[in-house]
């Protein structure tokens, strides 16, 4: 059974930072791109950032200089340090596993609330 948990989410004041992971069960974690999505109330679910197999990584421009993914293949974990925090950073955050061979495997976590407000 696959299984992403997020972790590290809350409430933060703007400026502020948090650091989000998520755990890996269930699949062989170094070979799958991970990424970080999010969604705001009444907004779309956008890509915030994705780190390759290999360790290459981009970000969405909205996030750049501001946050960084990194993965711990030893811990199966995907990692989403968040600086310099705005209030329109204020969502519910997923994390992402996407493997593409000759079938593509894809699985969603559950989420997890970030909140950036005074």
């Known amino acids: 059974q696959v299984q992403l948990v997020e972790s590290g989410g809350g409430l933060v004041q703007p400026g502020g930072s948090l650091r989000l992971s998520c755990a890996a069960s269930?699949?062989?974690?170094?070979?799958?791109?991970m990424s970080w999505y999010r969604q705001a109330p009444g907004k779309q679910r956008e890509l915030v950032a994705a780190?390759?197999?290999?360790?290459?990584?981009n970000y969405a421009d909205s996030v750049k200089g501001r946050f960084t993914i990194s993965r711990d293949n030893a811990k199966n974990t995907v990692y989403l340090q968040m600086n310099s925090l705005k209030p329109e950073d204020t969502a519910v955050y997923y994390c992402?596993?996407?493997?593409?061979?000759?079938?593509?495997?894809?699985?969603w976590g559950q989420g997890t609330q970030v909140t950036v407000s005074s």
């Open positions: 780190i390759t197999n290999g360790g290459s990584s």
């Open positions: 269930g699949i062989s974690f170094s070979i799958y791109a």
């Open positions: 992402n596993a996407v493997y593409r061979g000759t079938s593509t495997r894809n699985y």
